[in-house]
Nanobody
């Protein structure tokens, strides 16, 4: 079974930065065969994708609202995917979840709270 542990959230002023981490573990998990995404759930709203990274070609995707501000990356030695969040805005506030798609199965982490004050 694959387990995801998200961390790195916190309270930051607008314009500040945070780095989220998603540690992936589990027996048989192949870090070279996955898609990992970071999802953002703002207060009172549905969960939406923010950024994704694929192991097949190391390609990345960022939704328009975070392009140029957020960067997703992975460290295979640490089984960790990061989300570097710069130039944070109050509308980035919410819970951030990491999701892994591995062998056709979707796994979710527990989420980490990000609060951006104006």
């Amino acid at each position: 079974e694959v387990q995801l542990q998200a961390s790195g959230g916190g309270l930051v002023q607008a314009g500040g930065s945070l780095r989220l981490s998603c540690l992936i573990s589990g027996s048989g998990f192949n870090f070279d065969d996955y898609v990992i995404g970071w999802f953002h759930q703002a207060p009172g709203k549905e969960r939406e994708v923010s950024s994704c990274i694929s192991s097949s070609d190391r390609s990345t995707y960022h939704t328009d609202s975070v392009k140029g501000r957020f960067t997703i990356s992975s460290d295979h030695a640490k089984n960790t995917v990061y989300l570097q969040m710069n130039s944070l805005r109050p509308d980035d506030t919410g819970v951030y979840y990491c999701e892994a798609i591995y062998s056709g199965v979707v796994y979710w982490g527990q989420g980490t709270q990000v609060t951006v004050s104006s």
